[in-house]
């Protein structure tokens, strides 16, 4: 089992609101992502961060932003959520230094309902 | 066109039998391959990473044609419990991030 928590798995909340959501590793890996999956649908990265105080956007464009401060936290926030920001948040890592084999870990999600 | 393409299905297959996927990728930079096993509204997992010559995990054989591009799963002997969505997912050098197919569907029936 992969160590990797995100909180909350499910979150409802109004139109307007500022969330944040958690995402936290204990593997040391240095790079960590943020994937956006419709049901039914492809994942699509929307951030990734290749260390500390290094972060980029992904190849789906989002009006959601993140940080990294420390290496094994990386959380996601929405300054006001919108109903068009209903889908499944997921976070993962993977290490840098293992060469070739760049498997990703993937934490188990948050449900994000915008009403 | 995208970077990798799986047929979404679904494959229907009665409990123990043979089933293969394929998955083709464009990006012929693409050095490292996956295949992820995503249950309904979970993550994905790993299921296996996918090697030049080829891998066998039990029932599940990964393989890679670099000069066809594209990478297949065969699963034997299904079980009911292998009913779920595969990930095709590919590595491009210089990529920052893996690529992720859209997913084949496997409903695998008593």
């Known amino acids: 089992e992969a160590d990797i928590y995100q909180t909350p798995r499910y979150l409802v909340i109004g139109t307007g609101k500022k969330i944040t959501l958690e995402c936290s590793q204990t593997?040391?890996?240095?790079?960590m992502y943020w994937y956006q999956q419709d049901p039914g649908m492809e994942l699509h990265l929307i951030h990734y961060s290749y260390g500390v105080n290094s972060t980029e956007k992904g190849d789906l464009s989002s009006e959601s932003t993140v940080s990294r401060i420390r290496t094994e936290h990386f959380p996601l926030t929405l300054e006001s959520a919108r109903p068009s920001h209903t889908s499944q948040y997921l976070c993962?890592?993977?290490?840098?230094?293992?060469?070739?084999?760049?498997?990703?870990?993937f934490g188990p999600g948050t449900r994000l309902t915008v009403l | 066109r995208k970077e990798v393409e799986q047929d979404p299905g679904p494959f229907n297959v009665p409990e123990g039998a043979t089933v293969a996927f394929n998955c083709t990728y464009s990006n012929s930079a693409s050095q490292s391959f996956f295949w992820y096993r995503q249950d309904c509204r979970k993550e994905p997992k790993l299921l296996m990473s996918v090697y030049s010559s080829g891998n066998e995990d039990g029932r599940f054989t990964a393989q890679l044609n670099r000069a066809s591009q594209y990478i297949s799963l065969l699963i034997r002997d299904s079980k009911l419990s292998d009913s779920a969505t595969y990930l095709c997912?590919?590595?491009?050098?210089?990529?920052?991030?893996?690529?992720f197919g859209s997913g084949t569907r496997l409903q695998v029936q008593p």
């Open positions: 997912v590919g590595h491009a050098t210089g990529r920052r991030a893996l690529t």
């Open positions: 993962a890592s993977s290490d840098l230094r293992q060469g070739a084999q760049y498997e990703q870990f």
């Open positions: 593997m040391g890996h240095d790079k």
